[in-house]
């Protein structure tokens, strides 16, 4: 158990749709990254952010958008989903920067029918 | 910009073979993470190189950072079943991202 835990585990849903990740990161953690893992593929960097401000983006979509709240958990929400959107939602935390080490929840998957 | 390549993407062995998987980034890096992902489970943190030259076994796993910290592998002696996954090396990219390799996912025979 990596203390990180991202809510739901599993999310269906229809395209067009809007969806809400939820992560909790590690007590004591202050930055949170968000991953999307699509099947056999690597960890796509979408965002992080640190002691609820935004500190880098990757390759995130306009319709991709994030934020942290005052109690540090995250959330990532999807809009007008599309089939290529179904993927592994990651959330890490690490104690300050990308110079430690991260620890991964355990993911959503997200399926877009 | 900073791109962190794996090779190989596959690997697969029978068990008890050894197994290497190589990483090499286009920048210097101030250190170099390495995680392991269990099929259908999440990365793991296994290590964090950080000097040049740096070698850090942890049992059969033994870790390498290049003496330019532009190259790292991981060498596992004598796998097991429980070592299938998917390997991935990390660098940091500044402060606030980590670039990741393709990973190296490994099968073994038993």
């Known amino acids: 158990d990596s203390g990180v835990t991202q809510t739901p585990k599993h999310l269906i849903t229809a395209t067009g749709q809007r969806v809400t990740l939820r992560c909790s990161p590690r007590?004591?953690?202050?930055?949170v990254y968000w991953y999307q893992q699509s099947l056999d593929q690597g960890l796509q960097f979408l965002i992080q952010?640190?002691?609820?401000?935004?500190?880098a983006k990757g390759n995130i979509l306009e319709r991709f958008s994030a934020q942290q709240f005052p109690d540090l958990h995250s959330e990532l929400n999807l809009s007008s989903l599309e089939l290529g959107d179904s993927a592994l939602y990651f959330c890490?935390?690490?104690?300050?920067?990308?110079?430690?080490?991260?620890?991964f929840g355990p993911g959503t998957r997200l399926t877009v029918l | 910009g900073q791109q962190v390549m794996q090779i190989p993407q596959y690997q697969h062995v029978q068990e008890g073979e050894d197994f290497t998987t190589y990483c090499n980034s286009s920048?210097?890096?101030?250190?170099i993470q390495w995680y392991k992902q269990r099929p259908g489970g999440h990365p793991v943190f296994l290590i964090q190189?950080?000097?040049?030259?740096e070698v850090k076994k942890q049992k059969r796993l033994t870790f390498q950072f290049g003496e330019a910290k532009k190259n790292s592998s991981l060498h596992i002696t004598a796998t097991q079943t429980t070592d299938v996954g998917t390997y991935f090396c990390?660098?940091?990219?500044?402060?606030?991202?980590?670039?990741f390799g393709q990973g190296t996912r490994l099968t073994i025979n038993p």
């Open positions: 890490a935390s690490s104690v300050q920067s990308s110079y430690n080490e991260q620890f």
């Open positions: 007590s004591g953690d202050l930055s």
């Open positions: 952010y640190y002691n609820g401000e935004e500190r």
């Open positions: 920048t210097t890096l101030s250190n």
């Open positions: 190189l950080v000097k040049s030259g």
């Open positions: 990390a660098g940091p990219r500044g402060a606030q991202k980590l670039v």
